[in-house]
């Protein structure tokens, strides 16, 4: 089995920064797309950033700028730094990993981390 395991989560003042982490655990023969998604109370879940192994991010035009999704494919972690946090930014946010185990690609998720943006 493969477990996500997020931190980084928290509450921050608008303008403020934020860095997320999801690390993956268990049997894992590599891992293909990484992404974050988020879910806002009574929305639904919306897409953030991805990163594939290899080749170019691709982000959300609401945060496209303020927040850079990046890997280290050594430790089997992905992060979010989110910068200018503002108060549409909050939501339970979600990390995703399609990971290969024995040959077969599956996607896990983790387990949400909240992000709070009050003064």
């Known amino acids: 089995q493969v477990q996500l395991v997020e931190s980084g989560g928290g509450l921050v003042q608008p303008g403020g920064s934020l860095r997320l982490s999801c690390a993956a655990s268990g049997v894992i023969s590599s891992i293909d797309a990484m992404g974050w998604y988020r879910q806002a109370p009574g929305k639904q879940r919306e897409f953030v950033a991805t990163?594939?192994?290899?080749?170019?991010?691709n982000y959300a035009t609401s945060v496209k700028g303020p927040f850079i999704i990046d890997r280290d494919n050594a430790k089997n972690t992905m992060y979010l730094q989110m910068n200018n946090l503002q108060t549409e930014d909050a939501a339970v946010y979600y990390c995703?990993?399609?990971?290969?185990?024995?040959?077969?690609?599956?996607?896990?998720w983790g387990q949400g981390t909240q992000v709070t943006v009050s003064s």
């Open positions: 990163i594939p192994s290899g080749g170019s991010t």
């Open positions: 995703n990993m399609r990971v290969v185990r024995l040959g077969v690609p599956y996607h896990y």
